[in-house]
């Protein structure tokens, strides 16, 4: 049993008889009252994310996850194929259970989190960034930089990510796994 100082994001607790991830967590103490975390938890058996308050040292019943690397290898409608790296089983899993599957390039590698008890997979943990190759945008028209403008953009995985002006097709973009946003053109 944890408690809600334990609260990180990423852990993964049972509660209301299901497998939750924490995807975001805050700490909050008012003036007046008691303190409590306030969470967003998403499901991993449905991929739904719900709202929760804790009061503070409330008791959670935390999940023992172990951690392993995964190869994505390819997508079959919404069935998603990845090998270990490790000993090259091979797992499939759906696209709910994972956070951000449009930016999910063939060839790379996830860390994918396994409840201990009955070695079921439970989320994929993408890495922070991806390097993605704009595969469709329109030029940048000069002039209509007054200010941080954006427009729409296509890369290789099918995503749909807004660029600034200067990006063109062919370049490679460093995009944030969690928001989706662009971060940075990045230079070969």
Not at 44 to 64: L, M, P, Q
Request: aromatic letters at 8%; a negative charge.
């Amino acid at each position: 049993m944890a408690s809600t100082s334990d609260i990180r994001k990423g852990l993964c607790i049972r509660y209301n008889h299901d497998i939750f991830k924490i995807v975001e967590f805050l700490h909050v103490k008012p003036g007046k009252g008691p303190a409590f975390v306030r969470t967003k938890l998403k499901s991993v058996t449905t991929g739904k994310v719900i709202d929760n308050t804790f009061s503070a040292g409330h008791k959670i019943e935390d999940v023992r996850v172990e951690t392993r690397s995964y190869q994505y290898l390819y997508a079959e409608g919404d069935t998603f194929h990845f090998m270990n790296t490790d000993d090259y089983n091979q797992i499939s899993l759906q696209k709910s259970s994972l956070d951000a599957p449009d930016l999910l390039k063939e060839g790379q590698v996830v860390t994918i989190l396994f409840n201990t008890e009955d070695n079921m997979p439970l989320s994929v943990d993408m890495p922070a960034s991806v390097i993605l190759e704009v595969t469709h945008t329109e030029p940048g028209v000069k002039g209509n930089t007054a200010t941080n403008a954006t427009k729409p953009a296509k890369v290789e995985t099918g995503a749909r990510v807004n660029v600034p002006l200067f990006i063109n097709e062919g370049d490679k973009i460093k995009v944030d796994t969690e928001k989706g946003d662009y971060m940075e053109r990045v230079k070969e």
